[in-house]
Nanobody, 126 residues
Framework: QVQVVESGGGLVQAGGSLRLSCAAS????????MGWFRQAPGKEREFVAS????????LYSASVRGRFMISRENAENTVHLQMNNLKLEDTSVYFC???????????????????WGQGTQVTVSS
């Protein structure tokens, strides 16, 4: 069982920045791809970004590309999502996910992830 805990959410004005963090209790964390997803009220959960097991490949949704950046610190079992130039439509609960496929490259598909955190709320105000 892998425990996944997100942190860093909050309230920010449009145009501002937030940095989300995700800690995973996996002894082989450094072999797992990680992903960030988000879900707004009444909407389906959607892909935001993913990162490969060694950090050399990152994928982004079109809506966040150029504004968000995913990174990882394998020594700390942590993944970060730096969110810049936030927009009202970025308001969502953000979820971190772990794919236990060894040496994965990351994926935009929810089905490719095995463990999920409880989510952290990000609210962007005008």
């Amino acid at each position: 069982q892998v425990q996944v805990v997100e942190s860093g959410g909050g309230l920010v004005q449009a145009g501002g920045s937030l940095r989300l963090s995700c800690a995973a209790s996996a002894p082989t964390f450094n072999t797992y791809a990680m992903g960030w997803f988000r879900q707004a009220p009444g909407k389906e959960r959607e892909f935001v970004a993913s990162i490969s097991w060694n950090g050399d490949k990152a994928l982004y949704s079109a809506s966040v590309r150029g504004r968000f950046m995913i990174s990882r610190e394998n020594a700390e079992n942590t993944v970060h999502l730096q969110m810049n130039n936030l927009k009202l439509e970025d308001t969502s609960v953000y979820f971190c996910a772990v794919s236990i496929l060894a040496y994965g490259k990351g994926s935009p598909s929810l089905d490719d992830y095995d463990y999920w955190g409880q989510g952290t709320q990000v609210t962007v105000s005008s």
